[in-house]
């Protein structure tokens, strides 16, 4: 079965560069999710897109942006790289109301 | 603001110990709780709870839901050295009427099961 596809799988960057995630959902599903984990922690949303349009909008900070395209994959932009950056960076997806979130395997992006 | 807490945070097991994980919750809007293992990478999904379903089981899991007590245990009978995880606990619901799916995690709960 089809699961939900991230881009790349390891990223390393230096401090004040920019960073684009990528998130494939499952087919058919329309909305997707971001979120963050930390080492250690637990998995922090970020943002979310419902039909290509942002949904709802969590911890995410102001130099991070994101987008759904029309093909419903969707990409996530970092720019100005912090160390504290650094974490496992997470893509789900779901059709609204009616199933469970299904993740992908992540980013790791580690900043230098 | 929405909280989850997940209990214990670790727990040494050995194999066929039972083991009960603990989940409360303070959402606004509930409309789930997740369960979900996670291992080296993504979570992978355990159980999903809502008002109409709160009980489930397959295999060695269960897992049910207490919506007067606002919380949730996970069951592992008979455990494996496979079951070595982190377990966490994810609640949907808060914010406004968009917020569908969008998930706030418990700490997790780390589970070693030693042979």
């Known amino acids: 079965a089809a699961g939900v596809i991230q881009s790349p799988r390891h990223l390393i960057k230096e401090k004040r560069e920019t960073a684009t995630l990528k998130c494939y959902p499952i087919p058919r599903h329309d909305t997707v999710y971001w979120y963050q984990q930390g080492p250690g922690q637990d998995p922090q949303f970020l943002i979310s897109?419902?039909?290509?349009?942002?949904?709802d909008k969590g911890s995410i900070p102001d130099r991070f942006s994101a987008q759904q395209f029309s093909d419903y994959h969707s990409e996530l932009n970092m720019s100005s790289l912090e160390l504290g950056d650094s974490a496992l960076y997470f893509c789900a997806s779901s059709i609204t109301g009616y199933t469970e979130a299904f993740f992908g395997q992540g980013t790791r992006l580690t900043v230098v | 603001e929405d909280k989850v807490v997940q209990s214990p945070l670790s727990l040494v097991v050995h194999e066929g110990d039972t083991v009960t994980l603990n989940c409360s919750y303070e959402v606004t809007n509930f409309r789930s709780l997740l369960w979900y293992k996670q291992e080296k990478k993504a979570p992978t999904f355990l159980f999903m709870l809502t008002s109409s379903g709160i009980e489930k089981k397959s295999g060695r899991l269960s897992s049910i839901l207490d919506k007067k007590e606002l919380s949730s245990i996970l069951n592992i009978t008979a455990t494996q050295t496979g079951d070595s995880a982190i377990y966490l606990c994810a609640v949907e619901g808060g914010g406004g009427g968009t917020s569908y799916g969008k998930l706030t995690f418990g700490q997790g709960t780390i589970l070693t099961v030693h042979p």
């Open positions: 897109f419902y039909e290509k349009m942002q949904s």
